[in-house]
């Protein structure tokens, strides 16, 4: 089984500054099999990125995602108030497995 | 619009079963494959594993199996998550998502989770 590591556990920052979110996996997956998601609470996820770096539709340019083999991450240009939240990464070889999750915080 | 609706939430005591129900709509339940996955208070999310509403075939994540069993009655486009022998350990919101595939030229295949029920609580209580 594959494990996924976010880092960091949180992130305190601004309305407006650049927030920039890892996740490495224990094995080398396709980039393909990675999609990052964003967690809101009472919500179900909400998939942002799919293909490591396919944005999905309706999400805002300022989200992208970047990486291969082990290592990718997310990042999020000029936070908006409404991107404080839980982000997670996914990854979809046998088993499927979730990272444990960054939380971006406002500072 | 797509979309998977589940049934509401549950309390349970422990050593008995649940069962929760996501019922698709806008789409054809039987183009894509479900998963169920589960995330307790505060904690990340766990998958637990998938079925093929088309040919009901499931693979089951090994935590769960033998407590785990995944149908689907796709008449009327419902897919089931049942969970025997509930400790408390078993509370948390349990959501089902719609796996999609998708392939672009020259590039490898995705796969995402992509429409996602609003998630069931089950609480295991004595």
């Known amino acids: 089984e594959i494990v996924l590591t976010q880092s960091p556990g949180s992130l305190s920052l601004s309305p407006g500054e650049r927030a920039t979110l890892s996740c490495r996996a224990s094995?080398?997956?396709?980039?393909?099999?990675l999609a990052w998601y964003q967690q809101k609470p009472g919500q179900a996820p909400r998939l942002l990125i799919s293909g490591a770096s396919s944005r999905a539709p309706g999400i805002p340019d300022r989200f992208s995602g970047s990486g291969s083999g082990t290592d990718f991450t997310l990042t999020i240009d000029r936070l908006e108030p409404e991107d404080f939240a839980v982000y997670f990464c996914l990854q979809f070889s046998t088993p499927p497995s979730f990272g444990g999750g960054t939380k971006v915080e406002i500072k | 619009q797509e979309q998977l609706v589940q049934s509401g939430a549950e309390v349970k005591k422990p050593g008995a079963s649940v069962k929760v129900s996501c019922k698709a709509s806008g789409y054809s339940v039987t183009s894509h494959d479900i998963n169920w996955v589960r995330q307790a208070t505060g904690q990340g999310l766990e998958w637990m594993g998938w079925m093929s509403p088309n040919s009901g075939n499931t693979d089951y994540g090994q935590k769960f199996q033998g407590r785990v069993t995944m149908t689907r009655n796709t008449s009327i486009s419902t897919a089931y998550l049942e969970l025997s022998s509930l400790t408390p350990d078993d509370t948390a919101v349990y959501y089902c998502a719609r796996l999609t595939m998708t392939a672009r030229s020259g590039m490898p295949p995705e796969y995402f989770f992509d429409v996602w029920g609003q998630g069931t609580l089950v609480t295991v209580s004595s």
């Open positions: 094995h080398v997956i396709s980039s393909g099999y």
